[in-house]
Every structure is written in C-alpha cells, then in structure tokens.
C-alpha cells in the first residue's frame, strides 16, 4: 500500500526508472539500503543481481552470503597501491550485468576503486548493516559529492531505503532504546526517503496497517510500499532524486492533503502536523509564499536548529539533548515566484533554487522535520517567524 494519497511526499514515483543518462550531471546516483536486522535487504538485493531489468548496477553487500544460487563469476581487484589482497575486494560479476561487491569499508574509496577498475555503473547500491545508522552514511556521500575530486564527484546520493519487517517492525520500533533516546530502528525510519514494508506475506492485514500507522508517525514524508521477498519495481527506489535540488520529486507534493492542518489563534494559517513516537517525532508546516528577508530569516532558523540544537528565540532551551533534527526536507516559494527546495541530513543541508520549468510543482511552500523534540515550541517559533 502507498501512502502517497495520504501523506504529503517530496518524492515522486515514476511508471518507468528514467534513462540513467537523463540527469542533468553524469554522476552515478547510489542508493543506501538500510533496514532491520532480518527484514529482508538482502533478499531484496539478491532479487535485484538476478532479475534482468537492463540497467549495470553496482551492488555493495555487508557479505555475500549463500550466493551458491547466483550464477556468477568472481573477479578480485586489487589496489595498485597494494597489489597483495589485503586490500583486495572480491567483486561477482552477475550473468545481468551487476556487479555484486562485498566490502568491509563502506566508503567511497572502495566504490571509486571499483569504478576505475570496471567503468562506470547505472546505479550504486549500498546495503547497511541492519544495525547501521544510515544518517552518518547519507551524510558522507552527500558531503563527498560536494568536496570530493575526481571519480567522487561522480557519485551522487540519490536517496535512503528502509526495509522494515512486517511481521516484526512494530515490536522491534516500540522496543527501540537507546541511551540518547532514539534507537537504530527509529533512525533508520527517520533517515529514510522510502520504505519497504516486508514480508506482507507473514502476517494480517491490520498487523500491516498498524505498522505503517506507526511508520507513518515517525516518518510523515517517505511512501511506504508493501513487498514480499523485496519484489518491488525498480522505479520506486531507484532514481527517486531524494537529495537534489532539482524540481524531480517534488510535483507529487501538490497531492497533499492538509485535512487535518492547525490554524494558529491569529487566525493565520500555519498549518501543521505533528507525531511522536518513543522520543522521535516529526514536524511539518506548510509554509506561506515568502519574501527574499523571510527567506534568510527561515534559513538562519534551520541553521540555528539545525546546528545549535535550539530554537533561536528561545535562549533557555540549550536543549542539546532535546532538540536534534535528523532528516528535513522542504519547499519554499518565493513571492517573486522562485522555488527552493530544501534537503538535509543530520547537519548538513543544502537549499537550492529550482531552474528551469517549475510547472505541476504545488505553489505553497512545506517544510518537514523529522528528529527528536519537535515539540509545540518549536511548531510555534515557526509560525512567530513566519505569520
Ligand atoms: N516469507 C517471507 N520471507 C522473507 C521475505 N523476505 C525475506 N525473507 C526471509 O527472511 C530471512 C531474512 O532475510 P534477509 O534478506 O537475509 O534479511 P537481511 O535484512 O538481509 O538480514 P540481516 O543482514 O541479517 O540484517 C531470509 O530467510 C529470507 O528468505 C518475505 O517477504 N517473506
């Protein structure tokens, strides 16, 4: 099931996964595979070596476990720095075309290792181990695109899925401690652009939508799609664009519902909505058309809270362990009839303006953050920002 109707989403879904060469830049889009220990990453990754859809991926596993099914063969490329195999990876090169790459550094050096060795790829998965915080990983990559040279200006992030198991995703979320507050589980819903709900096949139907009610409460934005044995089309988690800062994904925003909007007691309208669960929660305002000052003030704001973990009016909440923003997403329309989108992960952020043909793009502004003590305060130094 999607959630698509009913939720407001900075992401859209495409019937086919665009021409890989159809972004405006060359750089090839990784995906970070994040998910519960046990929900089915794998297998879904698995699926993806093995079906014949016509596109090179790269596929980077934390091991390659039973792979005695896939019929493949190993290559080893060697650093030539270190031409011993101690730095070696071991690569399966897949009868599709993928290559599956098994590797105990995660970084980008291991992937740029790889590009220069077999060309460039489609596509880049990145399976996290299923007790990964995928922020830090997302932050890299993102971070990467912006400083790196040379092959890893060629990789970009292209967006964050989460594999959650129907049959226990409710338990293992509800029981999620950590010391700050926030466990993995909570995280990796927090972090994600989409979400896999799997193995609907084990368990019932209001088990299902009990489950992505609470999905739902910790992470408003991402569609969540219900699969068995990660069968899902390619065009729902590749290509999404989640972290740029173009006009693709946005245009599905304009289906949002605001039903359940809050005015505030001025009788502005500063529609909000906000969920809690087990410490994480999430905010999201719909924004009215701003000025180019109310545009800076906006964005000192999100540095403010972003940075400083703290509202900027409010000097007493130093809040450092109350307020934490791990992922937030945004558009922002402009008087003068500009657009912004807004996209950040842990820390960092970027806001962009939209070139080029904003049309079907909704001409009311959004803003969602998902993270930890996103309570009325902060709800409501928004709306004295902006009313
Ligand atoms: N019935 C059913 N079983 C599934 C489904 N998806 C995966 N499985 C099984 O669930 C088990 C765990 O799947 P994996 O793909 O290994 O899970 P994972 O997320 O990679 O696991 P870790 O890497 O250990 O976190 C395997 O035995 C799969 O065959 C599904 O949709 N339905």
């Known amino acids: 099931m999607d959630f698509d109707d009913d939720i407001p989403t900075l992401i859209e879904h495409e019937d086919q996964v665009p021409a890989p060469d159809s972004a405006s830049t060359n750089r090839v ?7 519960f220990l046990g929900a089915g990453k794998s297998t879904l990754l698995r699926r993806i070596l093995t079906e014949r859809h016509g596109y090179r991926i790269a596929v980077i596993m934390n091991e390659f476990g039973d792979t005695s099914s896939i019929e493949a063969k190993t290559i080893n ?6 031409p011993t195999a101690e730095n070696s990876q071991e690569v399966l090169e897949l009868a599709n075309g993928c290559l599956c790459c098994s590797i105990k550094d ?14 460039a790829f489609d596509h880049i998965l990145l399976e996290t181990t299923g007790l990964a915080d995928p922020g830090p990983i997302a932050s ?3 971070l990467n695109e912006e400083y790196a040279a040379g092959l890893g200006r060629q990789i970009s992030l292209d967006g964050v899925v989460c594999v959650v198991d129907a049959v226990f995703g409710q338990k293992q979320m509800e029981e999620d401690h ?29 088990q299902l939508r009990s489950t992505e009610e609470l999905i739902q409460r910790v992470n408003p934005s991402a569609p969540i799609h219900r699969t068995i044995r990660g069968q899902i089309d390619l ?28 005015h505030d007691h001025a009788g502005h309208t500063v529609p909000a909505k906000h969920y809690e669960l087990r410490g994480i929660s999430s905010l999201q305002v719909t924004l009215p058309t701003l000025s180019r000052h109310r545009l800076q003030e906006l964005d000192e704001w999100i540095r403010t809270v972003l940075w400083e973990n703290r509202i900027p009016d409010n000097d ?3 809040g450092l362990s109350e307020l934490k923003v791990l992922r937030c997403k945004g558009l922002f329309v402009m008087e003068s009839g500009e657009q912004y989108v807004l996209q950040g992960v842990q820390s960092m952020y970027d806001l962009s303006l939209i070139e080029g043909d904003v049309t079907g793009i909704p001409d009311s502004g959004k803003l969602v953050l998902i993270g930890k003590g996103l309570d009325d305060s902060v709800r409501q130094s928004l709306e004295r920002l902006l009313v």
């Open 140 to 142: 890299m990559f993102w």
């Open 29 to 35: 889009p990784c995906t970070i595979i994040s998910g």
């Open 316 to 318: 007493h909440q130093t």
């Open 106 to 119: 995660a970084g980008v050096a291991a992937i740029e290792k790889l590009m220069q060795r077999k060309g």
């Open 77 to 82: 490329i060697s650093s030539e720095d270190d």
């Open 235 to 262: 065009a729902h988690i590749m290509n999404i664009n989640a972290y740029a800062g173009g006009i693709k994904g946005l245009r599905s925003a304009e289906h949002q519902h605001d039903d359940n909007d809050n």
């Open 178 to 206: 950590s010391v700050d507050g926030i466990g993995e589980s909570l995280r990796q819903i927090a972090c994600s652009d989409v979400i896999l709900l799997n193995k609907v096949d084990l368990t019932s139907e209001e």
